[in-house]
């Protein structure tokens, strides 16, 4: 009955773990924020239902959201406009409907490993092949160039690059992203860049694609910078002509974006500067907590995450990465295996620090009772 291309594919890792998990247990596993809205964008949702905002609205989005959002990128290009974006109903869909515009039946995608749950699984409903290239622990989980030189083929229609990336939390330094590019530019490939954690980052400031090349389709979402993973509300940037064929697919999944969770979003990129840089400031006080905890604990070692809001330990225990979340799911405690992410996330565990100190105590103290009980004996 069911389509072979949804035959090729499984439920999310993340999915499943919390799927699994009992209501009470400590959430170190979802990629969500713990917060509320700023109360500027609730405000301003709660006014667009109230005032009539309940019906369909342009397939690409409300003009002044546009706007606001091509202003934001006009320090990266000048000539940004409101026909390089595309509102979407959320990054997931950005990235899905990326990937119906751009990836042929039989195509090959290039996709990070480890990397988001999505790209893979994207690229297998829409025809293609997934191809992984390596991100490399040791180079602060910075892309293996000469690997993706090896793995390009004359079918290989596109590479996800992924800045702060999930599950790394590595951001490209400015040269990786010249040589990605350049990388790009030689093969002719469609750069897919999902910058959904651009503005959650810890050191320096991340290198946008944006207006790098011709060939680049970034992919943004309102989830994790105004904590509305609920609304559902993201946007696509590219190209003029190509906006206009991923602005047809967008129609033809979702026909137009969520009204009111624009004039929400919009209010957001206009006010709600103070309460993303509370967040913002609370996520960077975790990052240092769980770091800190983290190398207290044997076998394990940690690259300190420069952007978004996991860490990502390696453990060099006996026990596989599924087998130590199973058992601290037992306890209690929600993490995702890296396995989730590919095969180079074998032997990781996310960690999502996306939760309350009290929390973050709570499940690494489970994790260091772990290794004391002798789980966590190392491999070798
Ligand atoms: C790297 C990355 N891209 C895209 C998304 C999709 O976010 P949303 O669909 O909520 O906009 C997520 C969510 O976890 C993510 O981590």
Known sequence: MVAERVRRVELSGIRRMFENAPPSAINLGLGEPDFDPPKEVV??????????????????????????????????????????????????????????????????????????????????????EPVAYPLLESRRWQPDLDALERLVTPRTRAIVVNSPGNPTGGVYSAATVDRLVDFAERHQLTVVSD?????????????????????????QSFSKSLAMTGWRLGYLLAPAALAAELSKVHYHIMACPSTPAQAAALAGLRSAGPAKERMFREFAARRELVIDRLRRIPGVSVVPPAGAFYAFPRLDWAASDTEIAAELLGRGVITTPGEAFGTRGRRHLRISFAASRTDLRRGLDLLRELADEGIGRTAR
């Open 195 to 219: 910058e959904v954690y651009d503005e959650i980052v810890y050191e320096g400031r991340p290198a946008s694609f944006w207006g790098r090349s011709e060939r680049v389709v970034v992919v």
């Open 43 to 128: 405000a301003a949702l709660c006014a667009a239902v109230e005032n009539g905002m309940n019906h369909y609205g342009p397939t690409a989005g409300l003009a002044p959201l546009r706007d606001a959002i091509a202003e934001r990128y006009r320090d990266r290009l000048a000539s940004t406009a409101r026909e390089n974006v595309i509102v979407t109903g959320s990054g997931s869909e950005g990235l899905m409907t990326a990937a119906l515009t751009l990836y042929d039946p039989g195509s090959e995608v290039l996709v990070p490993n480890p990397g988001f749950v999505l790209y893979a699984p994207h690229a297998r409903l829409a025809g293609a």
